[in-house]
């Protein structure tokens, strides 16, 4: 796979630009899920360094970080499994107003902010 993980750190930063971008127009919930393809880009980046393949087609954080075969601190694995529950009601929500309620200004900030720290946590494993 050769270089290929840089180009998966690279749309992973830019996703995570996105997110702020749609943070700062009061987009929460697009800004939650775009931190959460962020993530998700990041960890098929350490996938392919780590395994030199291909990584798989999946959305399942918990499923890219465990192939990948590293481990962050229980902090920060708690946040996945946090921001992989989100992106299952963000892709598939029941109503707008209910996933609007949900994802206010002060949790998708903290959503952004820790995904920020868990997108830091990924780039030292390489």
Not at 6 to 25: P, V
Not at 77 to 93: C, G, Q
Request: aromatic share 12%.
């Amino acid at each position: 796979m050769g270089d290929r993980y840089e180009e998966w750190l690279k749309q992973a930063d830019y996703d995570m630009d996105t997110s702020d971008a749609m943070y700062n127009s009061g987009r929460y919930f697009y800004a939650v899920f775009m931190s959460h393809l962020s993530i998700e880009k990041a960890l098929k980046g350490l996938y392919c360094k780590m395994s030199d393949e291909v990584p798989p087609k999946t959305h399942n954080l918990l499923y890219l970080l465990n192939k990948s075969g590293r481990k962050p601190e229980q902090r920060l694995e708690k946040f996945i499994i946090k921001l992989n529950t989100a992106s299952v009601a963000i892709r598939y929500p029941d109503e707008l107003e209910k996933i609007q309620a949900a994802y206010t200004k002060e949790v998708t900030k903290n959503i952004i902010a820790e995904s920020k720290e868990l997108l830091k946590w990924v780039r030292t494993q390489f």
